[in-house]
Antibody, heavy 115, light 109 residues
Framework: QARLVQSGAELKKTGASVKVSCKTS????????IHWVRQAHGQGLEWIGR????????KVAQIFQGRVTLTRDTSVSTTYMDLTNLKSDDTAVYYC????????WGQGTQVTVSS | QSALTQPPSASGSLGQSVTITCTGT?????????VSWYQQHPNKAPKLIIF???KRPSGVPDRFSGSKSGNTASLTVSGLQAEDEADYYC?????????FGTGTSITVL
């Protein structure tokens, strides 16, 4: 059974960077794209970007271009989302997911940005 | 890429049906048979209930159905039950990227 496990909560200052990890288990790492989605408290879901674990090719939503980098390490079946120049409205729960029929989601990582 | 447009709220009585819409453009909903719907209860991760417009994952009751016409996708929940009270989000491909809808909160009266 597919399982995605994310890194723990982060508290950051404005202007800093955060790197959230998502470890895949239960199926071959290269099988599905990994998507990153965030949700601010009381707000809707926002698609951040996706990475192809096989090739490393990534696509990021226009609003995040220049601030988000998606990478992967095949040796540990883990993908990473790096968000730079943090602002207070980046405070949200960040999820990784395959956004596919297997409906696998990480448990979410709370990122809190304060001054 | 702007979020797909959904009504903020919808409601129906127990046992009744409710339909919510997801309106996009020719560049997203109108171009792909890859519209999906997610259900989210408070403080929980989203759960996939419809994919590829009208397919249900294993374990999702057939009370949930999806359709699409032009640039608008729809989700119908028939025979509303108390546990259907949740937020619902559509999602579509847009080129090699994805976009979510603004979300609809369904209330069961």
């Amino acid at each position: 059974q597919a399982r995605l496990v994310q890194s723990g909560a982060e508290l950051k200052k404005t202007g800093a960077s955060v790197k959230v990890s998502c470890k895949t288990s239960g199926y071959p790492f290269n099988t599905y794209y990994i998507h990153w989605v965030r949700q601010a408290h009381g707000q809707g879901l926002e698609w951040i970007g996706r990475i192809d674990p096989r090739s490393g090719d990534s696509k990021v939503a226009q609003i995040f271009q220049g601030r988000v980098t998606l990478t992967r390490d095949t040796s540990v079946s883990t993908t990473y989302m790096d968000l730079t120049n943090l602002k207070s409205d980046d405070t949200a729960v960040y999820y990784c997911s395959d956004l596919g029929p297997s409906d696998s989601w990480g448990q979410g990582t709370q990122v809190t940005v304060s001054s | 890429q702007s979020a797909l447009t959904q009504p903020p709220s919808a409601s129906g009585s127990l046992g009744q049906s409710v339909t919510i819409t997801c309106t996009g453009t020719r560049s997203d909903v109108g171009s792909y048979k890859s519209v999906s719907w997610y259900q989210q209860h408070p403080n929980k991760a989203p759960k996939l209930i419809i994919f590829e417009v009208d397919k249900r994952p294993s374990g999702v009751p057939d009370r949930f159905s999806g359709s699409k016409s032009g640039n608008t996708a729809s989700l119908t929940v028939s025979g509303l039950q108390a546990e259907d009270e949740a937020d619902y989000y559509c999602n579509s491909y847009v080129g090699s990227r994805r976009v979510f809808g603004t979300g609809t909160s369904i209330t069961v009266l």
